[in-house]
């Protein structure tokens, strides 16, 4: 029997496409789950009459595949991930190659690509977005790992991923270690930014200015033939459409609570670390730990106080300006997510190559839009481009769009509606523009009452001061540090 090209381990959603995927490219794939009875159903049903071959265990599935072995892994993060590792590592031979196309925590896949190359195997962690639909007709890709494994992956990773209209595949190597799960999530961070201004828009246009679904519906259809053309706003238009059996919009019917997975989470917690300030992705994940307190909102909506919503601006202009609000905010919430990106390649030494990672990102994910490739030729134009917004292109936009997005944070604000992503956005714009910041006053506090010295405008950047504000305390200053 002629062996395998690639092995993969757990048949959910995205391992049984992905197969499918790989199978229609030509390629022969070996399957297991831990769940047998999925995989006879799987080889019995969608694989029937495919070149798929089943395995009833781990042993069976690394004896069917050629060398070096390719074994991919699609089980849920976490543990699992490491007890499969674990098992594989006893049963591969030296040069053969494990993939975690999971969404992983990149510091575990630091980890696990040490210890794996440690036993003399390659290891690597991809980034695979696009969701059901996009495993199955063409995901975007974003492996990192060890190094010498690419060549024997990146025929099969490219046959599979999604391509840009010049044919493009939109995968690439990422870098080494934990690079491709780091990628990953910034994607899913910044998924989350447009996944949340995309929905504060709807609100402001149903609250604000009082529009039924169909007109939604025939708004977004508009913005997605536009610059605002992506992945997300045709998601949008779509629900938006769809009625439930009583004819009803279907989206009113479903409860107001945001689950999460933690990628959105991570990120955060990365920028943290990293000094970042990611705002309008970090407002993004609040506000869906604020929408899960359903049950204390309600019985706040009946104690807590705020305007009658009131609207007398011109419905049309009105909507104009959401467009080019959220068009901004967006290109915000991708200028914080390249910044987070920029320090971590300092971080952990990877070599990002950033135009890559946008065009990457043209096609098959979740956050796939028009100006990603307007990112990519700013970042080709200028490799060590510090923020997108001081790229000429969107330089402009910002100089178009931004009284726009005044316009709208100020209407919501004084009307009541919460757009905390919105107006991150906004607020990060301003404070990235301005000269001098009140931080003045924010370290003299801080010496005031810790000693934790400032530096002044008179002298040398690193040159750091004390003062004795009260006249009875001493001279002695804390450390200066960062955190």
């Known amino acids: 029997m002629k062996k395998s090209d690639i092995g993969l381990i757990g048949l959910a959603v995205m391992g049984e496409n992905l197969v499918l995927n790989m199978e229609s490219k030509g390629f022969h794939v070996a399957v297991y789950n831990r769940t047998t009875e999925k995989v006879i159903k799987f080889i019995e049903g969608r694989a029937n009459g495919k070149n798929i071959t089943g395995s009833s265990s781990l042993q069976e599935l ?19 991930v490491d007890s499969i590792i674990d098992s594989l590592i006893t049963l591969l031979d030296k040069g053969d190659i494990i993939i975690d196309g999971g969404n992983s925590n990149y510091n575990d896949t630091i980890r696990r690509c040490a210890k794996v190359e440690d036993k003399g195997l390659l290891y690597i962690g991809t980034g695979v977005s696009g969701g059901e639909e996009g495993a199955l007709k063409g995901p975007s890709i974003m492996p990192g790992g060890s190094n010498k494994a690419w060549p024997y992956v990146k025929d099969i990773f490219q046959a599979i991923s999604a391509k840009v209209e010049d044919g493009t595949p939109c995968c690439d190597w ?34 604000l200015v ?56 991570w990120t955060g917690i990365s920028a943290l670390n990293e000094g970042i300030p990611l705002t309008l992705i970090a407002e993004a994940v609040f506000a869906r730990c604020l929408s899960s307190v359903k049950d204390e909102r309600v019985i706040a909506s009946k104690i807590l106080t705020g305007p009658v919503v009131s609207f007398d601006l011109d419905e049309k202009e009105f909507i104009n300006d959401l467009e080019n609000a959220l068009y901004l905010a967006k290109v915000v919430s991708y200028a914080q997510g390249y910044t987070l990106l920029k320090a971590a390649a ?107 010295t400032y530096e002044r405008l008179d002298d040398e950047r690193g040159n750091f001061h004390h003062t004795n504000w009260t006249g009875r305390g001493g001279d002695t200053a804390a450390s200066t540090y960062n955190v």
């Open 174 to 207: 990422v870098g080494k270690n934990g690079a491709g799960h780091y990628v990953k999530m910034v994607h899913n961070g910044i998924e989350y930014g447009d996944m949340q201004l995309i929905s504060e828009t709807y609100q402001l246009m149903k609250v």
């Open 62 to 80: 690394v004896s069917k595949l050629q060398k070096p072995r390719k074994v991919m892994i699609m089980v849920k993060a976490g543990k699992p």
């Open 346 to 452: 300092t971080t952990y030494d990877w070599n990002l190559q950033y135009g890559e990672i946008a065009l990457m990102w043209r096609g098959g994910c979740i956050i796939r839009s028009r100006f990603l490739g307007k990112i990519k030729e700013a970042f080709d134009n200028n490799p060590s481009l510090n923020n997108l917004l001081l790229d000429s292109f969107f330089k402009e936009k910002a100089d178009k769009c931004q009284m726009s997005l005044r316009k709208v944070v100020s209407y919501a604000v004084m009307n009541g509606i919460s757009i905390p992503s919105l107006s991150a956005a906004l607020a990060y714009y301003d404070g990235y523009r301005t000269e001098r910041l009140p931080a003045n006053l924010l370290q003299a506090q801080r010496d005031y009452f810790g000693a934790h």
């Open 210 to 265: 009082g529009l039924n679904h169909d007109k939604m519906h025939e708004t977004f259809s508009t913005w997605n033939e536009g610059e605002l053309d992506s992945y997300l706003i045709e998601i949008t238009r779509d629900i938006l459409a769809y009625k439930d059996e009583d004819g009803s919009p279907l989206v009113e019917k479903i409860l107001d609570t945001a689950g999460q997975k933690g990628t959105g989470k």
